[in-house]
């Protein structure tokens, strides 16, 4: 199975600053890869499909990057309800696989 | 509006079943594929399982490879994981989610916006 390797585990931020989480597979995905968010509790939420597709309703302030084996989730200006976990996902092939998440904190 | 509810899950002792079931509402059920997605508690997203839209094919995480399966029903618009054999390690609030892309049919049939609120399942004696 593709291995997704996120960096980092957790990050500490303040409100308008400018994120960026990264997402390693183990072989090439082409742009096949999502990025998700998720809170406490909660189902989590499609942001990025195909690596730069912004989901429909996101804010603009969400982008994703990246072809082959390196993917980039950028927040522009983080928003006191941006503080949540994010994944990656690949759907290049199965079994699809998940990165182990990044916790992204209040500073 | 669309929905997607879980259900059928509770405690139970390793070694035995349990079936979930996702009923959707708001689109068109029989022109989607359907994911199941686990987490853990206090652990990460594990992608489970995957059927087409027409049921047609299945796949499966390595991790539960011929222990679980997953069905539809597009009569009932609902989608099943038959859950076998189950160990400690399957204890984990389970979601049904859909794909984005209707009549799915290539290999990137990605997790979408639509999911479920879960339904949990512990394995324990």
């Known amino acids: 199975a593709i291995q997704m390797t996120q960096s980092p585990s957790s990050l500490s931020a303040s409100v308008g600053d400018r994120v960026t989480i990264t997402c390693r597979a183990s072989q090439g995905i082409s742009n096949d890869l999502g990025w998700y968010q998720q809170k406490p509790g909660k189902a989590p939420k499609l942001l990025i499909y195909?690596?730069?597709s912004l989901q429909s309703g996101v804010p603009s302030r969400f982008s994703g990057s990246g072809s082959g084996t390196d993917f980039t989730l950028t927040i522009s200006s983080l928003q006191p309800e941006d503080f949540a976990t994010y994944y990656c996902?690949?759907?290049?092939?199965?079994?699809?696989?998940f990165g182990q998440g990044t916790k992204l904190e209040v500073k | 509006q669309v929905q997607l509810v879980e259900s059928g899950g509770g405690v139970v002792q390793p070694g035995r079943s349990l079936r979930l079931s996702c009923v959707v509402a708001g689109f068109t059920f029989s022109n989607h594929g359907m994911h199941w997605v686990r987490q853990a508690p206090g652990k990460g997203l594990e992608w489970v399982a995957f059927i087409w839209y027409d049921g047609s094919n299945k796949y499966y995480a390595d991790s539960v490879k011929g222990r679980f399966t997953i069905s539809r029903d597009n009569s009932k618009n609902t989608v099943y994981l038959q859950m076998d054999s189950l160990r400690a390690e399957d204890t984990a609030m389970y979601y049904c989610a859909r794909d984005d892309i209707p009549y799915c049919s290539s290999i990137s049939c990605y997790v979408g916006r639509w999911w479920g609120q879960g339904t949990l399942v512990t394995v324990s004696s």
């Open positions: 195909a690596a730069s």
């Open positions: 996902l690949q759907d290049y092939t199965y079994p699809y696989t």
